[in-house]
């Protein structure tokens, strides 16, 4: 952390980037970092590169924000957030070969430490919780829009402080967060309490294609492009259905496969920890944690479902009970 500290203060033009489509804890983590260095040091000039789109669902986050400017010729260092390999952050990553120092700061166990320097806490809930212990343990200034957009970061990263992610330091923080001045319930019920129609038929068609394997230890789930037009769904409406799978009580490992454009399928796993979808993630160029996961890739969604779990099942032992398919 003190490496980190130093190559900001001596460093007068930083650029951030993070991982591409990026969900609330990589969105809030760079615009918590970058106001956190424009309000406690002088004369930086912060420049904040995304590869989109961003959800709908996001768009208040970024509303203020200055994304995507007309580089400078130059930068004296590049801080990576929420992303675990440089392949990850798009196009952009051809702007990392001119940048002398390239700092990441995460919480992704399967990051690739590339940076000059890393910063990776696989036990942190976020990449969010990450940035607010950075800033108490050098004493810098925490506004209420950046304890606001640190909130933000832990609860959806978390699904509202469920996940298997949570420590004590996590409830600790976010007990201090709530201090600030922001209206954190109003924040709950946005992301969570404020399903659409179109998300419950969304819903309701992923449940209708739920499969259990191996003694119903993994469970599986698509969503085709063609059902995302037939109900008027977007991909936002996707929060949070992957977590019907790993809420049930046998489970150890679930899948949602949404393709959300012919052929472009999104990959969500989730783990109650014995088995690591971090490393499953990998293996199809994406990334995560040991219990929450995701990848990003192309073809036609059943097979793409039959090759995750040829990953997938020879990691669960079988104990009996149902399966769709045999594997």
Do not use: W
């Not at 810098?140 to 950046?146: A, C, G, Q, R």
């Not at 996940?163 to 924040?187: A, P």
């Amino acid at each position: 952390m003190n490496r980190l500290i130093d190559a900001i203060v001596n460093s007068k033009k930083i650029a951030l980037f993070t991982h591409v489509e990026p969900d609330a804890d990589a969105l809030c983590s760079c615009f918590a970092l970058k106001n956190l260095i424009k309000n406690n040091y002088d004369f930086k000039y912060i420049d904040v590169f995304i590869e989109g789109p961003v959800r709908e669902l996001y768009n208040h986050i970024i509303r203020d924000e200055v994304v995507n400017p007309k580089p400078l010729s130059s930068y004296d260092m590049a801080v990576v957030l929420d992303c675990p390999s440089p392949s990850r952050i798009g196009s952009y990553e051809t702007y990392l070969q001119n940048i002398p120092i390239i700092a990441t700061i995460d919480h992704h166990a399967t990051n690739e430490k590339f940076g000059t320097l890393n910063y990776v806490l696989p036990k942190a809930s976020s990449t969010c919780e990450i940035v607010f212990l950075i800033a108490k343990a050098n004493q810098l200034t925490v506004t209420n829009s950046i304890a606001r957009n640190i909130f933000q970061g832990i609860i959806t990263d978390t699904n509202c402080f469920t996940s298997l992610s949570l420590t004590n330091r996590t409830h600790k923080v976010v007990s201090e967060l709530m201090t600030y001045k922001f209206d954190y319930d109003k924040i709950k019920e946005y992301y969570f309490k404020t399903n659409s129609i179109a998300k419950t038929k969304l819903l309701s068609k992923a449940l209708q294609s739920l499969k259990f394997y191996k003694g119903d230890k993994i469970t599986t789930m698509k969503i085709p492009n063609s059902v995302f037009t037939k109900i008027g769904a977007g991909f936002e409406d996707t929060l949070g259905i992957v977590d019907n799978g790993i809420n049930i009580n046998k489970t150890e490992v679930s899948a949602i496969l949404i393709e959300r454009e012919p052929s472009n399928v999104y990959v969500s796993l989730r783990s109650k920890g014995n088995v690591d979808v971090g490393k499953i993630a990998k293996a199809f160029n994406g990334g995560g944690s040991p219990t929450v996961a995701a990848f990003q890739t192309s073809g036609d969604i059943k097979a793409i479902e039959q090759a995750l779990l040829n990953e997938i099942c020879p990691l669960v032992p079988d104990n009996g009970g149902s399966d769709d398919i045999l594997i």
